[in-house]
């Protein structure tokens, strides 16, 4: 069973970049799959935010793709993720998801809430 | 964007119940859904995938139909911990977007 852990700062000032890690318990190589950054706003749906292959194709969702930047570290089996210029809108739990290449997210790491507030 | 559309947005019932949850797509997406369920604090569960295949672990009671661009998930007996919230996502490219939710609630 693959475990995902994500880490990073749970404040960050408007205007500023959030950066969060994602720790796998595998090998990101391995099985044929596929990383990705999920969020959620309070109380409201999911919203998925980027994906990356192990060799480090991305793909973003078009309407955060001028923000946002993905990048995969195969040595410490860890994917990140960067949001700039953030407001109040991007505060949200912040999940990292694995799954099969264009398919569905079949692990979830358990969330980390970001707030961005001065 | 393909855009995923749930009914109901909440859903009412009670234990031994019958429940179904459907989601339409605003193009055609042939099997690419996925189901997931949610409880409070918790990440999503991944339910069913490729509209009909159950993901290994959950249980029988939970199915999904459909292709193209309607698509059900039923609970054929609703039990305590089912009570939580249900997104459909659709897969069919390289981006992939949820549904808004159902929440499935005690009568």
């Known amino acids: 069973q693959v475990q995902l852990q994500e880490s990073g700062s749970r404040l960050v000032k408007p205007s500023e970049t959030l950066s969060l890690t994602c720790t796998v318990s595998e090998s990101l190589s391995s099985g044929g799959y596929t990383w990705r950054w999920v969020r959620q706003p309070p109380g409201k749906g999911l919203e998925w935010i980027a994906y990356?292959?192990?060799?480090?194709?991305?793909s973003y969702n078009s309407s955060l793709k001028s923000r946002v930047t993905i990048s995969v570290d195969r040595s410490k089996r860890q994917f990140s993720l960067k949001l700039s210029s953030v407001t109040a809108a991007d505060t949200a739990v912040y999940f990292c998801?694995?799954?099969?290449?264009?398919?569905?997210?079949?692990?979830w790491g358990q969330g980390i809430l970001v707030t961005v507030s001065s | 964007d393909i855009q995923l559309t749930q009914s109901p947005s909440t859903l009412s019932a009670s234990v031994g119940d019958r429940v179904t949850v459907t989601c339409r797509a605003s193009q055609y997406i042939d099997i690419w859904l996925a189901w997931y369920q949610q409880k409070p604090g918790k990440a999503p569960r991944l339910l069913i995938h490729?509209?009909?295949r159950l993901q290994s672990g959950v249980p029988s009671r939970f199915s999904g139909r459909g292709s193209g661009t309607e698509f059900t998930l039923t609970i054929s007996s609703l039990q305590p911990d089912d009570f939580a919230v249900y997104y459909c996502?659709?897969?069919?490219?390289?981006?992939?977007?949820f549904g808004q939710g159902t929440k499935v609630e005690f009568k």
């Open positions: 990356t292959s192990h060799s480090g194709r991305a």
């Open positions: 490729d509209a009909s």
């Open positions: 998801a694995r799954g099969p290449d264009s398919g569905y997210f079949d692990s």
């Open positions: 996502q659709q897969y069919h490219s390289y981006t992939w977007t």
